[in-house]
């Protein structure tokens, strides 16, 4: 009986022992399919929020549908890939034929999906901080705040806003901020234009870096082509080399403010305000405008040219002239007609 009984004991510890070998097979099987499957919901975002744990991570990827795999298992994957303990908080995307192993790799990364926003060239400061209020992935922090203390807050010395920051597209990660990215846009225009003004030609009629970005503003303003705007600022060096007022449109338009109603009349050209450059001499007292690489360059590399007038063709284009009867011409053939 005794010896039975041992028999049944050692029976009962081999089938256990069997159980328990097969059920580990079985969930390593399962695990290695894990590993090698491919992630449902391609293109869709998950996030993992800061402080928040692998498990909790798991449960939003099997609400999406975007995994049905046990906590366990992502434990397991991510200790062997060892990245159990470098996984970022942030918005990430499920890109096609993703794994779970790329996916985790991307979250220890930190490759966060990232956002665009692009600066204009030719914008004015206060369009730039509408387009930036109405950027949803941007954390507002300038709402209300007035254009001194944003300068302040993005380190500028310049007392005015306008022309500081540099037309670009700028990618961004969501929670990023409003003044995150004009400190960016700033401080790339500071570096741009430290290195182009090294650069410039001898003899500009330019005080420093500041003028070359009134002057700049001005150009951006004048011309849509891009190859007319070398040829735009060799015509107001001329002007100002020779003390002549530039005379130009943009000026005297950003100068009304919000009394301009899109019809420039000569009422407006005879009004002398600080920006109307009809009625006074050498540049406007601040840029008009954000002005684009392209536009530095030509105000510090502009044109060689005896041209000393421009007037619109009417197709986005310009016809320069040396002399005012030259000029004349072309006003009666492009403006008048």
């Known amino acids: 009986m005794k010896q039975a009984g041992r028999v049944r004991w050692v029976l009962l510890l081999a089938l256990t022992a069997g159980a328990l070998s097969a059920a580990g097979f079985w969930a390593w099987r399962e695990y290695q399919r894990f590993a090698l499957s491919t992630l449902r919901g391609s293109d869709s975002i998950v996030i993992l929020k800061r402080g928040e744990s692998l498990q909790s991570f798991v449960a939003q990827l099997n609400d999406r549908g975007v995994s049905t795999a046990p906590a366990w298992q992502w434990r397991l994957l991510a200790q062997q890939m060892q990245v159990a303990q470098k996984l970022q908080a942030g918005e990430y995307r499920i890109g096609n034929n993703a794994t779970p192993r790329s996916l985790l790799q991307a979250v220890a990364d930190g490759r966060v999906v990232q956002y665009r926003f692009t600066i204009l060239e030719g914008t004015r400061f206060r369009d730039l901080r509408v387009a930036l209020a109405n950027t949803p992935e941007l954390e507002s922090t300038l709402t209300g705040l007035a254009e001194s203390d944003v300068l302040v807050r993005?380190?500028?010395?310049?007392?005015?806003?306008?022309?500081?920051?540099?037309?670009?597209?700028?990618?961004?990660?969501?929670?990023?901020?409003?003044?995150?990215l004009l400190k960016r846009a700033y401080w790339a225009q500071k570096k741009i234009l430290e290195q182009l003004w090294e650069k410039r030609q001898d003899g500009l009629p330019l005080s420093d870096p500041y003028d070359a970005v009134i002057l700049a503003s001005v150009i951006e303003k004048e011309t849509g082509q891009a190859v007319e705007r070398p040829l735009i600022a060799g015509v107001f060096v001329n002007r100002l080399r020779q003390g002549w007022r530039l005379q130009t449109d943009p000026t005297v338009i950003y100068g009304l403010g919000d009394v301009f109603d899109g019809n420039l009349k000569r009422v407006h050209l005879e009004t002398d305000t600080p920006y109307n450059t009809y009625t006074r001499f050498g540049l406007p007292p601040t840029p008009i405008a954000l002005p684009s690489r392209a536009a530095l360059e030509a105000a510090l590399d502009p044109q060689s040219t005896e041209a000393m007038f421009f007037v619109a063709k009417g197709d986005g284009s310009h016809q320069f002239s040396r002399t005012l009867e030259e000029h004349n011409r072309a006003v009666r053939e492009y403006q008048l007609r």
């Open 154 to 180: 993005v380190g500028a010395h310049e007392t005015h806003a306008e022309g500081l920051f540099l037309p670009d597209t700028y990618f961004f990660p969501r929670g990023f901020s409003d003044l995150d």
